[in-house]
């Protein structure tokens, strides 16, 4: 499934990065710790977080990941939507909690 | 080849400079993608540590055939216990610093996980200094 797909069964709203939606899921990754993140997830995860801060795109974009969900209609940060334009790295949003959206996204990658 | 970038002490929105210049060199340099990987989660960790941590400090990147060696020297507190530092969970950051979802203690882990060899020396009211090296084949 592409991160597009995703944006449209889930309806997720679309913040920024909009030049990665092309980009592949392999996996879904759940944490607000950001040296959680860095060690656990792989290349074209897809993280959820409540996280909004700038270097929520830092972590994304040296782990290459698929795209950032931000939970709870949280807003990122203005100069986090600037370095998700900069990297290419989709920042998204629901207005979900992170049990639901990630339910939902273990539903859709795995059937 | 050598590099050099400073990091500043307490500013966060600058954290992971280095680590993302680096990262751009080694894919230049056609370097297994999975090697790259391991690099840039240590040098990640490093470099948030100093901006955590510390007040100020110098990454220092040699990269040969066979391996990268860097070196991050800051001007800092220092480290009392290194073997307890380097328990996952460990951590002394600040609540502000946990809010943002730094300060889990599992930075140095994560390092120490991730290179091949690690060194730390620190002198407590001074600084520390954290040689990683990574093989590149
Ligand atoms: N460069 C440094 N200068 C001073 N103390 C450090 C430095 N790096 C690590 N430490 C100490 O080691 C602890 C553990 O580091 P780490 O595993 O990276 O966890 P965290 O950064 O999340 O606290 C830190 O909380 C801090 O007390
Ligand atoms: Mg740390």
């Known amino acids: ?111 | 080849m050598e590099f050099r970038y400073e990091v500043e002490g307490g500013n966060f929105s600058r954290a992971g400079h280095a680590s993302s210049a680096v990262k751009k060199i080694l894919k230049q340099l056609n370097v297994d993608n999975r090697i790259i990987k391991r690099i840039v989660v240590a040098l990640y960790e490093g470099e948030v540590n100093v901006v955590a941590h510390a007040h100020k400090g110098n990454i220092l990147v040699y990269i040969d055939e066979q391996k990268i060696n860097i070196k991050i020297e800051d001007e800092g507190p220092g480290i009392p216990d290194i073997d307890l530092a380097m328990q996952a969970g460990y951590s002394t950051a600040s609540a502000a610093v946990r809010e943002m979802g730094f300060g889990a203690g599992m930075g140095l882990p994560n390092i120490k996980k991730n290179t091949d060899e690690l060194k730390i020396a620190s002198d407590v009211g001074k600084g520390t200094t954290l040689e990683m090296i990574t093989y590149l084949q």
């Open chain 1, 1 to 111: 499934m592409k991160v597009r797909d995703m944006v449209q069964k889930l309806g997720l709203k679309v913040f920024s990065g909009e030049s990665g939606l092309e980009n592949e899921i392999a996996g879904g990754y759940v944490s607000d710790l950001l040296s959680d993140v860095m060690g656990n997830t792989d290349e074209n995860f897809v993280w959820m977080t409540l996280q909004t801060h700038k270097n929520i795109m830092a972590v994304a974009s040296l782990k290459e990941l698929a795209a950032i969900i931000i939970v709870k209609g949280l807003q990122p940060d203005e100069d986090t939507i600037a370095h998700s334009n900069e990297e290419g790295v989709p920042l998204l949003g629901t207005d979900m909690e992170t049990f639901e959206i990630s339910g939902k996204l273990y539903g859709f990658l795995n059937n």
